[in-house]
């Protein structure tokens, strides 16, 4: 079984039953599957709603943070985000919460290229910077419980997904990559900062429409944590000459320590994204794992 395997039954046919028991106005539609990824099912309908499943327990717990945070955070953000419309409550057809939302425009980052990366870079820059802006201290966020700015932990998840990759993959970096993540967790020390951070932002939670940046999905990972785990996205979604770009429009105190911080998870992220890609024989995303090895490696 692999770590993305669900451990939670759903389907297009399961959701659409969940949603007919508690929102009937859907009855004459018929949805279709948005996205499946590791943590979650999301299926849309054609009136422009989509509605999101975890399909591993430990995502089931993150629903009451969206539906608590995203309300709040959303209008103070220069991007849209997807704000919950419809709360669905555990019953006989699916035995968790799940979540409603008024679709948002545009394909993934790593399905939709960008007619410009430098403006989106710097869209994005300025995202995060008015999101870790925000004073934690009127939100109801969780801390970062699970440890997500360790970067022991971020090296031992880079391992583990790294070991699931062919050694023909593998062989593109030698051993230069993981020497350096080696050494990286071992040098790296993470500062005491906080802010609010999406805490799961990589090309497959940004949306390009018309080739802009039009939103930010996904935010189950919501959390008061490190500002180096969004800044990752500079690595995981933009080549070396657009992060000038990126940090200039970020604009808040950076060190060196955090951005080789940020570099290590996204190591963790291409790693992880190649391993799921070509498991589950998703082109795109394992070229984005891929694109991100190489951004990374020295």
Known sequence: ??????????????????????????????????????????????????????????????????????????????????????????????????LGYRLLLGETMDRAPLNDPSAGAQALGAFLRHLHRLDPKTLPLPGDHIHRKDPERIRERFFERWTAIPSGEQARWGTVLTEWVHETATLVKPSDKA???????????????????????????????????DLSLMVTGFNAEHWPAFLHAYGLPTSEEDLRHARLRAAMYGAALLAYGLDTSDDAIAACGRQILDRVAP
């Open 1 to 98: 079984m692999a770590v993305w395997d669900a451990d939670i039954e759903i389907d297009v046919g399961i959701a659409h039953a969940a949603v007919l028991a508690q929102f009937p106005e859907f009855a004459k539609e018929q949805p279709g599957v948005l996205g499946e990824g590791w943590d979650n099912l999301c299926i849309v309908y054609p009136s422009g709603v989509a509605f999101r499943f975890p399909r591993r327990k430990s995502a089931v717990p993150l629903i009451e943070v969206e539906v608590a945070v995203l309300p709040l955070v959303a209008p103070s953000l220069p991007l849209p985000i997807p704000v919950p419309f419809f709360v669905g409550q555990p019953g006989r057809a699916y035995p968790h919460p799940f």
């Open 195 to 229: 802010c609010v951070v999406h805490g799961d932002l990589y090309p497959r939670h940004v949306l390009v429409c018309d080739g802009q940046v039009s939103g930010v999905i996904d935010w189950g990972d919501v959390h008061l944590g490190h500002p180096a785990m």
